[in-house]
């Protein structure tokens, strides 16, 4: 029997001749097992929230999955699916659900380590093709609910400039015999982010090798070395990859030398390469820039390095204090290795 035809019979009961002390005790008696039975049979139909943050992405990026659930403390099942024809069903061929991750409610892989009918859940992402996928929550004492989640991949975005030994106040400049740094800023795709989660079998995190491997810089032109034309960095961090303490050779005053900072993105192998520039003994001001190259190996864009990573932001709000924890990591970075 559903809650509305309960609550008729209820009234029907009240209704029938009583005295008025006795139909006041009945009515204060229906109340409450009224308000019990709300509260044991409201929470049936949760699971009615699933959130996506962002919603388009890279293949690598990281996605905020949120979803609240039937019980305060039950365990639910998260999957994804490839939408082919991008109706909204599962109903492609060749297509199944594919599971991401048990989650209990402020348990096991719930981040906001609170028992409070909601989970959060960071997922990120396996190399997907580009279109549109299903994500799901299945919940055992309740519906199962879907959105959508867009994948566009894209380039990585890499802005590098040189340093000299003076640190941030040099620039652009390189002075002959002293020592310089390669940093690039990285965007795109958020493997950088997490190379210090925990992996699990059905998160598996990322591998520093693996991350260092997807970067390296031509130095030939400071160093002046022939094999220095494939060097990976010494410190990737979040946001950004270096290569630091580097010696240059002697260099004619007042030349203008380029190192160039080549980073893949494993989102179907997008490549980047992004040139900085720096003057001998003279620093220059020239902007960065920037060629985009599909698996195929075509140049896609060529421009100042402004091209663009994911369509949507891992960490919305996050742009401006992300970037002043770049300059700040810079100027640090630069600092201890004078």
């Not at 929230?49 to 099942?77: E, F, H, K, M, W």
């Not at 260099?251 to 980073?263: D, E, I, R």
Request: charged letters at 10%; one cysteine or more.
């Amino acid at each position: 029997m559903n809650l509305p035809i309960m609550v008729e019979k209820l009234f029907e009961v009240i209704r029938m001749p009583r005295s008025p002390n006795k139909k006041m005790l009945l009515l204060l008696s229906s109340m409450t097992v009224l308000l019990i039975l709300s509260a044991v049979i409201t929470p049936t139909s949760a699971t009615t929230i699933t959130q996506l943050q962002p919603t388009t992405i890279s293949s690598g990026d990281r996605v905020l999955v949120s979803a609240n659930v039937a019980r305060n403390g039950s365990t639910v099942t998260l999957y994804y699916y490839y939408d082919a024809n991008k109706n909204g069903l599962a109903d492609d061929a060749g297509s199944s659900w594919i599971k991401i991750a048990n989650v209990t409610d402020g348990g096991a892989n719930d981040a906001d380590n609170h028992t409070n009918g909601y989970i959060l859940f960071s997922w990120l992402t396996p190399q997907l093709s580009p279109g549109q996928y299903i994500v799901k929550v299945v919940d055992p004492n309740g519906p199962t609910r879907t959105t959508e989640l867009t994948v566009n991949n894209a380039p990585l975005n890499i802005v590098p400039a040189v340093y000299g030994a003076q640190g941030t106040s040099a620039k652009g400049l390189v002075n002959t015999g002293n020592a310089f740094s390669v940093i690039a800023m990285v965007t795109g795709n958020c493997r950088l982010c997490h190379l210090t989660d925990n992996p699990t079998a059905q998160n598996p995190g990322v591998n520093d090798t693996s991350v260092d491997s997807l970067f390296s810089a031509n130095l030939s032109q400071i160093t002046g070395s022939p094999t220095d034309v494939s060097v990976q960095p010494n410190e990737v961090h979040h946001m950004y990859v270096a290569w630091t303490g580097i010696a240059s050779k002697t260099l004619a005053n007042n030349q203008t030398l380029s190192v160039t900072v080549t980073g893949t993105n494993p989102a179907g192998n997008l490549t980047t390469q992004a040139t900085a520039y720096a003057g001998v003994n003279k620093a220059v001001n020239i902007a960065p820039t920037s060629t985009n190259q599909g698996a195929n190996g075509t140049a896609q864009s060529s421009a100042t390095a402004k091209s663009s990573g994911s369509s949507g932001n891992p960490l919305p709000g996050f742009e401006i204090p992300v970037a002043l924890a770049g300059l700040i990591v810079v100027a640090y970075l630069l600092s201890r290795k004078r």
